[in-house]
């Protein structure tokens, strides 16, 4: 059986439907390696419910935010009963453009892999080595991504906290 989660997901970034879509369906498809399904409500008022997170996608990284200069994301409230996370979206389309084909349509691809990283934050995943927690993403994991092989490196489901 697998752990619902119901991820709020509030766009400030004026992403494209197509994108949006592709990524709603990656980080799903990344969270149900580990048993661990999302319930996606696209919304930035929150959820009349106890208990959920909250993945906001933001335009631009704000200049204060984030220490390394290619963090895609942020998880800054990793405790009690709101949890929220960012990932910026000029930061997953520098790096998807790093590798990628200018023709090539990944962004969306690569949007959806960060929304599962900072997931896996806001559900206690700690950086690891490889797979979608890894703290730095070069041309390896952006290959993986785009094949559908950078997932989760525990096997081990992921803990879903009480709501």
């Known amino acids: ?3 619902p989660i119901a991820v709020v997901f509030c766009d400030k970034a004026a992403v494209t439907a197509v994108q949006r879509s592709e990524a709603k369906a990656q980080a799903g498809r990344i ?10 409500v ?11 997170v909250t993945l906001v996608i933001l335009p631009h990284r704000p200049e204060d935010w984030v220490r390394s200069d290619h963090a895609m994301g942020t ?8 949890l929220r996370a960012y990932v910026f979206l000029d930061r997953v389309k520098e790096f998807d453009s790093r590798y990628a084909n200018p ?3 990944s962004v969306g691809t690569i949007l959806g892999h960060a929304r599962a990283h900072e997931i896996g934050h806001l559900l ?8 979608i927690m890894s ?3 070069r041309r390896r994991e952006w290959t993986e991504a785009l094949a559908g092989t950078m997932l989760f490196a525990r096997l081990t ?7």
Do not use: F, M
Request: hydrophobic residues 35%; aromatic residues 8%.
């Open 1 to 3: 059986a697998r752990a």
């Open 31 to 40: 969270l149900a390696t580990v048993r661990v399904s999302a319930e996606w």
């Open 42 to 52: 696209e919304s930035c008022n929150g959820l009349r419910q106890p208990s959920y």
């Open 75 to 82: 998880a800054v409230v990793l405790t009690g009963p709101y």
């Open 103 to 105: 023709d090539a349509q």
């Open 124 to 131: 206690g995943q700690p950086h690891s080595r490889s797979g």
């Open 135 to 137: 703290a730095e993403w």
């Open 157 to 163: 489901p992921i803990v879903v906290r009480p709501k």
